[in-house]
């Protein structure tokens, strides 16, 4: 629970981070880095 609660912190603050700069290309790339380990631990 307190995990899901985290991660919830965690793309609230991704949200703020595109708001103030949309064009921040790092923040996207890491988060996609994230996204394919994510489903590459699902499969």
Known sequence: MA???KKEEN???V???KLK???HK???QTNRLKKKR???AKN
């Open 3 to 5: 995990k899901k609660a």
């Open 15 to 17: 949200l703020v981070d």
């Open 26 to 28: 790092q923040l996207v």
């Open 11 to 13: 793309h609230l603050q």
């Open 38 to 40: 994510r489903n590459n």
């Open 21 to 23: 700069d949309p064009k």
